[in-house]
């Protein structure tokens, strides 16, 4: 019988450059996903798959997580720290963290940058099932080029990776979380930096070890862009997707669900009437004038709102004041260096 699955790791080390100026003062792990810091809805979603220890290997601003995190205690889950005083890649990482878990059993292996309402508990199952030394989660995409796709046969087991091509054999994708045992983390050489993607996964299967894919067709989202944590937060909203960070802040008060369309924190002033939908966050204090439309927006907290604003696809600073009759489409409000930055809706 295998060891049970109660470890996990947490990669949140990436810099986050295709996210500025979002980026510029909060990693991108930390950004709000409905409100929730995407790391935290992380964390949840293991401890309520029975994870009872998780690292956060980290890097890029390192000091943010431990100050809100602490150790694990308000989130009913241990949590520790690895932290990368230089990138060390993926594999690089994973064994950096693993030093700090005190479990002998398959660890659960996070990507810090993908929005899923993927079955963990059902994953962990088939691994075990399986006799797997590791086991990927996997779904399917219209378009793949942009990802690694795996290949398996009728058993889903693993045949081939291949990174990022133009014609890919399959559209069945590497969707960001792992369970390796532990004989797949030592094989990871420490203090090297280490792609899982192209060097290990390759590497352990050629050595004979048994991969599996388990694969589910539930919601998947790959935060990379501005443009995904607006359609992250939308579609939480809407119900698109699911998660228990989402649904344990609206049960203790910390946020509200106004509609289908909307969600906000404390002490948010609205004047009537406006017209907020289509996936809109609003902060704590903000202050919201009358007649504004806001669409598929992140309002941050003690922002002010101008009258007859009309706001899309628009992310706006802490405490920044958007004058009246604004308008203003993919685009970032009150952010440094430039407080008026563009980005792309694709």
């Not at 698109?240 to 049960?251: H, K, P």
């Not at 106004?258 to 017209?275: A, Y």
């Not at 966050?281 to 903000?286: G, Q, R």
């Not at 709102?305 to 203003?328: D, H, W």
């Amino acid at each position: 019988m295998s060891n049970p699955i109660t470890s996990a790791i947490l990669l949140v080390g990436g810099m986050g450059t295709r996210m500025q100026p979002l980026t510029l003062t909060t990693p991108k792990p930390m950004l709000k996903v409905a409100g929730i810091p995407f790391t935290e809805h992380q964390i949840i979603k293991a401890r309520e798959a029975g994870i009872t220890e998780i690292v956060l290997a980290t890097s890029f601003m390192a000091e943010i997580f431990e100050p809100y995190f602490g150790n694990g205690e308000r989130f009913g889950i241990k949590i520790s720290y690895a932290v990368e005083k230089t990138a060390l890649g993926t594999g690089g990482a994973i064994k950096n963290a693993a030093s700090k878990l005190s479990g002998s059993g398959p660890v659960v292996i996070f990507n810090g940058d993908v929005l899923s309402s993927h079955k963990l508990r059902e994953q962990m199952k088939f691994h075990s099932s399986r006799g797997a030394d590791a086991t990927l989660y996997l779904t399917e995409v219209p378009d793949a080029r942009a990802f690694g796709v795996v290949e398996v046969d009728g058993e889903n087991q693993i045949l081939s990776f291949n990174e990022k091509m133009e014609h890919p054999p399959t559209n069945i994708i590497n969707a960001g979380c792992y369970i390796f045992n532990q004989s797949v983390i030592d094989s990871i050489p420490a203090g090297k930096v280490v792609s899982v993607e192209r060097e290990t996964f390759p590497e352990v299967l050629a050595r004979g070890m048994r991969l599996f894919g388990y694969v589910d067709p539930g919601y998947w989202l790959d935060i990379g862009n501005p443009d995904a944590l607006l359609r992250a937060t939308r579609d939480l909203i809407s119900g698109v997707a699911t998660s228990d960070a989402l649904s344990l802040a609206l049960t203790s008060g910390r946020v509200f669900q106004m509609n289908s369309e909307l969600i906000h924190g404390l002490n948010v002033i609205i004047d009537q009437p406006s017209t907020l939908d289509s996936g809109c966050y609003i902060d704590d204090d903000v202050v919201i004038g009358p007649h504004v439309t806001l669409s598929n927006c992140v309002i941050g907290s003690g922002a002010v709102i101008g009258a007859k604003s009309v706001l899309i696809n628009t992310f706006i600073a802490s405490g920044f004041q958007v004058p009246p009759a604004t308008l203003a489409e993919n685009i970032f409000l009150g952010f440094t260096p430039s407080s008026e930055a563009t980005f792309s809706d694709n």
